[in-house]
């Protein structure tokens, strides 16, 4: 089946400083979505980026499609970005549905 | 623009007790899920509308989880009975169609069964 592998797994931080979170993917991308899920456990949209740059504040994200990995740019942390980055995309396993990552758990201290 | 919304947020029964989650999602949007999400871990699907049809189906464990979309609107997932290890989050979600665009998550209902 379709793998969807996020690095690193685990990011500790200091609150100011600067992060790159990946996604790569083993087939082609669809439809990919980053997602924070705070420590509420609510997962909330980040950027919708099949392909191409997005920016929206301190984050920004980038899709290289045609090499199939996902980038997410955190600046500036701050202690309210502590959760769980999820990305997830678009595929057919057997039926269409989103295929999500293992999370990259980023705690920030202050 | 309202979200996703479910109820009730946190969810405490007993074991071989029925449960049911409800979900209203956002208007206009066909595609609604289902999923269960595990501590630690990525959402897992468990059942996909397209309007009130049930298209994906094959994840949900109908031995005792069930789930309707009677009108193509709001939808509600049961488990009868529930046991110790169905104890999760219930994530519901929507998106204008399974293959376009963006998905949006609701705030999920905590279940904890004892």
């Known amino acids: 089946g379709i793998q969807v592998e996020q690095s690193p797994p685990d990011l500790i931080l200091q609150e100011g400083a600067n992060s790159t979170l990946r996604c790569n993917f083993s087939d082609s991308v669809n439809n990919l979505q980053w997602f924070h899920q705070n420590p509420w456990g609510q997962l909330i949209n980040l950027f919708y980026i099949p392909s191409g740059t997005k920016q929206n504040g301190r984050l920004s994200a980038t899709t290289v499609a045609t090499e199939r990995y996902s980038l997410l740019y955190i600046s500036s942390s701050q202690t309210t970005d502590s959760g769980v980055y999820f990305c997830a995309d678009g595929a057919y396993e057997g039926n269409y549905q989103l295929i999500w990552g293992a999370g990259t758990k980023l705690i920030i201290k202050p | 623009e309202a979200g996703v919304v479910q109820s009730p947020r946190y969810k405490i029964i007993e074991k071989k007790q029925p449960v049911a989650f409800w979900c209203n999602p956002i208007?206009?949007?066909?595609?609604l899920y289902w999923y269960l999400q595990n501590l630690g871990q990525g959402p897992e699907l468990l059942i996909r509308?397209?309007?009130?049809?049930?298209?994906?189906d094959s994840q949900l464990p109908k031995d005792r989880f069930s789930a309707e979309r009677l009108k193509g609107v709001d939808s509600t997932l049961k488990i009868q009975p529930a046991e110790l290890g169905d104890s999760a989050v219930y994530l519901c979600?929507?998106?204008?169609?399974?293959?376009?665009?963006?998905?949006?998550f609701g705030q999920g209902t905590r279940l904890t069964v004892v």
């Open positions: 509308y397209e309007n009130e049809e049930a298209v994906d």
């Open positions: 208007s206009g949007h066909n595609t």
């Open positions: 979600a929507s998106s204008l169609g399974a293959e376009r665009g963006e998905a949006f």
